[in-house]
Nanobody, 120 residues
């Protein structure tokens, strides 16, 4: 079993900053990639930023230059530093982790989500 837990969401004024934290735990043999996604009610979930085991990073065009994804030293933690937040960044943010368990089965796990609200 693999658990994904997000934290760090909250309410912030436009122009402010927040840092989201994602921690993965469980019977993990290898993490392939982790990423942040967001979803507003009634809309599809969209990618915000991803990072793979080799360190390759991708950002959605809407957050480039404002958000930064990074991994912790233990590699089972991912951060999303969000600066210059805009009201349109308001969403529920989800962390995703993909990899292999110690039984060599593939996992693709999601956290429960954390709410980010940016007031104008």
């Amino acid at each position: 079993q693999v658990d994904v837990v997000e934290s760090g969401g909250g309410l912030v004024q436009a122009g402010g900053s927040l840092t989201l934290i994602c921690e993965v735990s469980g019977s993990i043999f290898r993490l392939i990639a982790m990423g942040w996604y967001r979803q507003a009610r009634g809309h599809e979930r969209e990618v915000v930023a991803t990072i793979n085991s080799g360190g390759a990073i991708n950002y959605a065009d809407s957050v480039k230059g404002r958000f930064t994804i990074s991994r912790g030293d233990a590699k089972d933690t991912v951060y999303l530093q969000m600066n210059s937040l805009k009201p349109e960044d308001t969403d529920v943010y989800y962390c995703n982790a993909r990899g292999y368990t110690d039984l060599m089965s593939v996992f693709d796990s999601w956290g429960q989500g954390t709410q980010v609200t940016v007031s104008s």
